[in-house]
């Protein structure tokens, strides 16, 4: 079956996804780490016969027994069996004192691992960059691929070839960030300036897969017969580029799964976004922008 013909299909779902996922970043929202938030991280180890419940209980009391404005506390398991405490910047005697009281409730020495405060002003700065940099990237994409393809034969317009690629990618970061979502809702994962990193890096993985399509068909058109259909020459081109693709995306993704399964727990959420983001990389490259490069070209 043509590739193009196939994409029809694979394009309903893909707008039925980026909907849900854009609905998803609304409602419910992403739960954002406290470099965007700001806030105080503690990560602890739990004393011998000491649960996450009890130190829940044990942190509502101190809560309520000092001071109510220091608002709630978001409690957390670690694959090594630590605890992270998530809450509202805490000066360090609001520190000490939880730290004692934690002590005092447990009759155990509390061993804290890691503590780390990020002001509310530092964490929107952050936001913000991570948004401007996602923008910029965008546009010097759109910018490069125009002037690229400044020279495409048979009067297709450069900047389509621009528009459709950032579509495409656009596409991959929506649902990879819908996913995660999700994945922030039922886990541990929480949006920071390392997702931000994986999508940087999946928005180039991506644009880099679609702009070899895009070359092909480019040198196809210029050397096809004028007669040729436009849509017969696009197929031509994904089928000459899809071993090259799946080569490299699998020899990309063994790495990936190396490195998710084998590697550090600290960039294990970081690994998997790179592996989804990939993922539909390829996928948008086939089954987003080429088709819907030949589609307007019907239209014309």
């Known amino acids: 079956m043509s590739l193009i013909k196939l994409s029809r299909i694979f394009l309903v779902f893909s707008a039925v996804a980026v909907i849900g996922s854009i609905v998803l970043l609304i409602v419910p929202g992403p739960m954002l780490s406290m470099e965007f938030t700001g806030g105080t991280l503690m990560n602890i180890t739990l004393p011998e016969g000491t649960t996450k419940a ?8 101190f809560r309520d027994a000092e001071d109510k404005s220091l608002g709630y506390f978001t409690l957390s398991m670690t694959h090594e069996g630590g605890l992270i405490i998530r809450s509202r910047t805490l000066n360090n005697e609001e520190h000490l004192a939880l730290l004692a009281h934690l002590e005092n409730v447990t009759g155990s020495t509390i061993e804290e691992k890691q503590f780390t405060t990020i002001g509310p002003t530092v964490g929107e700065t952050l936001k913000r960059r991570s948004i401007e940099a996602l923008v910029v990237a965008s546009i010097g994409i759109v910018l490069y691929i125009a002037f690229a393809f400044y020279r495409v034969p048979r009067k297709l ?67 096809a017969p004028k007669s040729e259909n436009f849509s017969i020459t696009a197929e031509r081109s994904l ?4 071993v090259r693709t799946i080569n490299t995306s699998i020899t990309t993704l063994i790495m990936l799964f190396c490195l998710y399964f084998l590697g550090s727990e600290s960039v294990r959420w970081f690994i998997l976004a790179l592996i989804v983001g990939i993922g539909l990389g390829n996928y948008s490259s086939y089954f987003v922008a080429t088709p819907l490069l030949v589609f307007l070209r019907k239209k014309e």
Do not use: C, K
């Not at 009890?54 to 009391?61: K, L, S, V």
């Not at 950032?166 to 929480?190: C, K």
């Not at 390392?194 to 702009?211: C, E, K």
């Not at 089928?239 to 899809?242: A, H």
């Open 54 to 61: 009890d130190i829940q209980g044990a942190i509502d009391g």
């Open 157 to 223: 317009s450069p900047w389509r070839f621009g528009v459709f690629a950032v579509v495409a990618m656009i596409h991959d970061l929506l649902i990879t960030t819908g996913i995660f979502v999700i994945l922030s809702r039922i886990t541990n994962f929480e949006f920071d300036t390392l997702f931000i990193t994986a999508l940087l890096t999946v928005l180039g993985y991506s644009v880099n897969d679609t702009i070899i399509i895009f070359d092909r068909i480019r040198e196809n058109v210029a050397y």
């Open 239 to 242: 089928r000459e580029t899809i």
